[in-house]
């Protein structure tokens, strides 16, 4: 509606601006003339030279018609219409005149030669007619405007202080939408109860909470369960951002916290639901200039309308955000925010019910397992998994396969984790076979490694800012990792470099991001996880993110012989886990080298092509294996693919026949052709079952038998097209006659 509000009012300004622009035109040029301008002493030269037939003279103005064979007016028709029709005309004076009537005097000019002095006759046109009620609409248009024009910014000065919040009264969310956050839907559906039956409570002396604050990372859901909330209590869900109450004058967010509240009152029960709350609550007096700034006061004012001298019943603040740390200890005290839900990132039980509602209107083939799919996407939140299913989704279409299968899903997770793969990038042979035994190398150690996690896949193809990559992938959803573990991951990570060392007599600079993360894990070991032989349970850092307003002004609580200790206990651990990795592939060098190999063949294998070299397989072998794997997998999809074409044309050969009984019915076709098309579905039917029992086939008969099939197609398509044609006119003839019965 204000699209077409805001287009209808451009229309009207554009019309406006060409309405003044051909006034203007009009006003200042001459369009209609054909009159030619002269001066006067070029018509006293003319009147001494005998070629003045008539003249004309009103309001300063002259007219000159010339003798018949100097003027461009010939015939008696049109030189009886001076002086509308002149050859010349020109602006007198008082002294040209007088010496104009000089030269007719002295030249003795004739009664052929007439002065007119009469009024002139009336020959105004319409437009002439018509310009000063132009001018005047214009004068009275622009009027209006510059009205109109003040009238708005008043209005949008008095909306200023407005709230920006959007209103929806019918939200379609449930709680059976969500899946992976039961008990964070239990604390949320208390809330329901109090707004849908507040009396049960009230009876108890139960208040109903002021607030809620959901807390999670980017992704979990938190908007999600907000709107699930109102949608079940079936009230107004109030929406709107922390960052809408901020702007650069001073009061306008103060002035907006009111006006939402006062916009709640008018429609409670109600939810107001403030996303990225900590845009406008972070801790007063955190500023490193200080001062009572806009976003202070805005705060202040939220701290009064949750929990202040008005009673705000039936009102209930719902917040999200994921930076609980940083927001003002006022705003989180029992009365603002009665309740804190963290919503965490979903299990592997959490993250099957993610998948299987995502998935609900996606073709999945059958051998996608959602068990393992939830079990290796360890980590994932909601959206990463929407993210997933949908990236697996595009792949699955542009490959023109009509389900998503396996292999979809997997490119789809890597794509969520590590970006697309770069298979157009240019790499030479030397890189291909550096990358190939670094993360042979890799592969090697993390699958020998007791505490590692499975190795599931492996490949030199870049993608995102790796040349290639290793991913391991948990089977079960650990939230405590054992030191043993720490260290056979670090291992991990070094297997890369050290496979450079032994196999290439050289190393290159691909491990820097295996150097850095290494490096993290072990002086985090020390200073934050107490896995030190030598300091043991002790801490010497933090693990929460420096809040400047805050921190600034901190500190290391140790000393520079313990920072330097510190970090002989990281290189302790850095060597003691370098020379363990390098060990085992020194012990297993022909399964590097077999790797790699397999590698530059294939580009890209799996877990299970990784299990087969271990166990003593030839890389000739797993080839073959892993061809026969293709082979199968395209088999499938073709006989996938043909079932999904089946089925379509299965769909149009039912369509038809349902519009054929319809124009039976209408008349439009007869019992004989309906019984045709009856006839034809039944063959078409008959055929794709036999292409259907074949399989491997495509779905077409012989070049011969489609071409018959194309001509009876067409023809029963052309008759129907004719008799459509005839039965209209029959119903336009009748429409006529009964026209004319009424008249």
């Keep these: 509606m204000n699209n077409k509000k805001k287009s209808s009012f451009s229309f009207i300004y554009a019309l406006i601006i060409l309405l003044i622009c051909i006034l203007a035109i009009f006003a200042?040029?001459?369009?209609?003339?054909?009159?030619?301008?002269?001066?006067?002493?070029?018509?006293?030269?003319?009147?001494?030279?005998?070629?003045?037939?008539?003249?004309?003279?009103?309001?300063?103005?002259?007219?000159?018609?010339l003798t018949v064979d100097n003027s461009k007016f010939k015939t008696e028709e049109e030189r009886n219409r001076f002086p509308d029709n002149a050859d010349f005309y020109f602006e007198y004076t008082s002294t040209s005149l007088e010496l104009i009537l000089n030269a007719v005097d002295t030249y003795n000019v004739t009664a052929e030669n007439d002065i007119v002095w009469e009024n002139p006759p009336v020959r105004s046109s319409w437009f002439e007619t018509l310009m000063p009620i132009l001018y005047i609409a214009l004068a009275c248009v622009a009027v209006f405007l510059i009205f109109r024009m003040f009238a708005k910014s008043n209005n949008s000065a008095m909306q200023f202080g407005k709230n920006k919040a959007r209103v929806t009264s019918d939200v379609k969310v449930r709680f059976s939408d969500i899946a992976g956050a039961d008990e964070e839907k239990e604390e949320l559906q208390e809330i329901v109860e109090f707004l849908k039956h507040p009396q049960r409570f009230t009876?108890?002396?139960?208040?109903?909470?002021?607030?809620?604050?959901?807390?999670?990372?980017p992704g979990t859901g938190k908007t999600l369960l907000a709107r699930a909330v109102a949608g079940e209590s079936n009230v107004p869900f109030l929406s709107i951002s922390g960052s809408d109450f901020v702007e650069m004058f001073v009061g306008v967010g103060a002035s907006r916290v009111r006006d939402l509240f006062d916009q709640a009152k008018k429609c409670q029960?109600?939810?107001?639901?403030?996303?990225?709350?900590?845009?406008?609550?972070?801790?007063?007096?955190?500023?490193?200039?200080?001062?009572?700034?806009?976003?202070?006061?805005?705060?202040n004012q939220l701290l009064v309308e949750m929990d202040g001298f008005e009673a705000n019943e039936g009102i209930i603040v719902l917040a999200a955000t994921n930076r609980a740390d940083v927001l003002d200890p006022a705003l989180l005290r029992p009365g603002r925010f009665d309740r804190q839900i963290y919503v965490h990132v979903p299990d592997v039980k959490g993250r099957e019910g993610i998948i299987r509602i995502h998935a609900k209107n996606k073709p999945i083939s059958d051998?996608?397992?959602?068990?393992?799919?939830?079990?290796?996407?360890?980590?994932?939140?909601?959206?990463?998994?929407?993210?997933?299913?949908?990236?697996?989704?595009?792949?699955?279409?542009?490959?023109?396969?009509?389900?998503?299968?396996?292999?979809?899903?997997?490119?789809?997770?890597?794509?969520?984790?590590?970006?697309?793969?770069?298979?157009?990038?240019?790499?030479?042979?030397?890189?291909?076979?550096?990358?190939?035994?670094?993360e042979s190398g890799h592969a090697i150690v993390g699958k020998l490694m007791e505490h590692c996690e499975d190795v599931q896949e492996v490949s030199i193809i870049p993608r995102g800012m790796a040349a290639g990559y290793t991913m391991s992938r948990p089977e079960s959803d650990d939230n405590h990792m054992g030191k043993l573990k720490l260290n056979d991951e670090i291992a991990m990570m070094m297997g890369g470099r050290l496979s450079e060392e032994l196999f290439m007599d050289d190393i290159s600079t691909g491990a820097s991001n295996d150097i850095k993360r290494a490096t993290e894990v072990?002086?985090?070991?020390?200073?934050?996880?107490?896995?030190?032989?030598?300091?043991?349970?002790?801490?010497?850092?933090?693990?929460?993110?420096i809040f400047v307003g805050r921190d600034y002004q901190s500190k290391n609580d140790y000393s520079e012989t313990v920072a330097a200790e510190i970090d002989a206990e990281v290189k302790k651990i850095l060597d003691y886990n370098y020379a363990r990795a390098k060990k085992i592939l020194q012990e297993n060098k022909k399964y590097v080298k077999e790797m790699a190999e397999l590698l530059l063949e294939k580009n890209t294998i799996y877990k299970e092509e990784v299990d087969m070299i271990l166990a003593g397989k030839s890389k000739e072998e797993i080839i073959t294996h892993m061809d026969e794997q293709e082979k199968i997998?395209?088999?499938?999809?073709?006989?996938?693919?043909?079932?999904?074409?089946?089925?379509?044309?299965?769909?149009?050969?039912?369509?038809?026949v349902k519009t054929a009984e319809m124009y039976l019915k209408e008349g439009i076709i007869t019992q004989k052709d309906y019984d045709l098309i009856l006839k034809e579905r039944d063959n078409a039917l008959k055929k794709l079952e036999e292409n259907k029992n074949v399989g491997e086939q495509e779905i077409k008969p012989n070049e011969q038998d489609s071409e018959n099939q194309d001509t009876k197609d067409k023809k029963t398509t052309k008759d129907l097209e004719q008799k459509e044609e005839q039965l209209d006119e029959t119903k336009e003839q009748q429409k006529e006659k009964k026209d004319d019965k009424k008249e």
């Design 203 to 217: 009876e108890l002396g139960a208040r109903i909470p002021k607030g809620v604050l959901l807390v999670g990372n």
């Design 28 to 65: 200042f040029v001459d369009l209609g003339s054909n009159i030619d301008e002269t001066q006067p002493s070029n018509v006293i030269e003319m009147i001494q030279d005998g070629q003045v037939e008539e003249l004309y003279f009103y309001n300063g103005e002259g007219r000159v018609l």
């Design 522 to 545: 072990a002086r985090k070991m020390v200073t934050l996880w107490g896995m030190s032989d030598k300091f043991g349970f002790m801490s010497f850092g933090s693990e929460e993110e």
């Design 367 to 438: 051998d996608v397992d959602f068990v393992t799919l939830a079990r290796i996407t360890s980590g994932f939140t909601g959206a990463d998994i929407e993210n997933m299913l949908n990236e697996a989704a595009i792949i699955a279409a542009r490959n023109h396969r009509p389900k998503i299968i396996m292999q979809d899903i997997t490119e789809g997770i890597n794509k969520v984790i590590m970006g697309p793969q770069k298979k157009s990038l240019l790499m030479t042979d030397k890189d291909k076979l550096i990358t190939a035994y670094h």
């Design 633 to 656: 997998r395209r088999e499938e999809e073709q006989k996938a693919r043909i079932e999904g074409e089946i089925a379509k044309k299965m769909k149009e050969i039912d369509q038809k």
């Design 269 to 299: 029960p109600c939810i107001v639901f403030i996303d990225e709350i900590d845009a406008v609550g972070r801790q007063r007096g955190a500023g490193l200039g200080g001062g009572n700034d806009e976003r202070e006061q805005t705060l």
